[in-house]
């Protein structure tokens, strides 16, 4: 199937650990993005990556930390967890065609609980 | 700065009745405008996009919304609500000046449909 993939779906961990969230999309886009959903339901976007090159990084802490290793794939590596970090992690993909934008494709979600 | 307002945080909508989801936006350009829909625990869903042409965009699902320039409002509509439709929706606009294709969304209406 065609589609942006996150793993994992759900993710429980301590306080102070290490870790990665994966997106995979298989749609052939250009760009990804990170976007992140709190317990409101606010959607703020956190990073954007454009064929591998970072192009959106919004205020967020250095312990989150994004890498794409190639246009298809972003990860996102988050260090020393915090309680605030508890949310869901939305990925997305998008592609301009003649400068016109054909929306995002969403993940579908990691929701990630830091206790 | 690009933004989106919902000022609806809940519309209640009788099964068969016409529903309106509120939108209104600012933006220093032409807008580029979206409607998503979340349904519980899963990602979002693109339902329709205004970039150029017809005031009246039709979507998926038999939704549709209205671009109205001068009152800077693209309101979500539906002409007879079902059950199915309740879902979290959310506008979105596309931010041409921050670069790469960054999406803001607004806080999200809870759309809740009744028998």
């Known amino acids: 199937d065609t589609a942006v993939s996150q793993t994992p779906k759900y993710l429980v961990t301590q306080m102070g650990n290490d870790k990665s969230i994966k997106c995979e999309q298989n749609?052939?886009?250009?760009?990804m993005y990170w976007y992140k959903q709190d317990s409101k339901k606010f959607l703020k976007i956190m990073f954007s990556?454009?064929?591998?090159?970072?192009?959106i990084n919004e205020t967020v802490p250095n312990r989150f930390s994004p890498k794409s290793p190639d246009k298809a794939h972003l990860n996102l590596h988050i260090n020393s967890l915090e309680l605030g970090d508890s949310a869901v992690y939305f990925c997305?993909?998008?592609?301009?065609?003649?400068?016109?934008?054909?929306?995002?494709?969403f993940g579908s979600g990691t929701r990630l609980t830091v206790v | 700065a690009q933004s989106v307002a919902q000022p609806e945080d809940q519309v209640n909508v009788a099964e068969g009745n016409p529903l309106t989801v509120k939108c209104t936006y600012s933006?220093?350009?032409?807008?580029?405008l979206f409607w998503y829909v979340q349904y519980p625990n899963r990602g979002l869903q693109f339902l329709l996009k205004?970039?150029?042409?017809?005031?009246l965009v039709k979507g998926s699902y038999g939704f549709e919304a209205e671009f109205n320039k001068s009152q800077t409002s693209f309101h979500l509509k539906k002409p007879s609500a079902l059950v199915s439709d309740s879902a979290l929706y959310f506008c979105?606009?596309?931010?041409?000046?921050?670069?790469?294709?960054?999406?803001?969304f607004g806080t999200g209406t809870q759309l809740k449909v009744e028998l």
């Open positions: 979105a606009v596309r931010d041409i000046g921050g670069g790469g294709n960054k999406l803001t």
């Open positions: 990556y454009n064929n591998k090159e970072l192009i």
């Open positions: 933006v220093s350009g032409n807008p580029y």
């Open positions: 205004y970039i150029t042409g017809d005031n």
């Open positions: 749609l052939g886009h250009d760009t």
């Open positions: 997305a993909s998008s592609q301009d065609v003649s400068g016109k934008s054909y929306g995002y494709t």
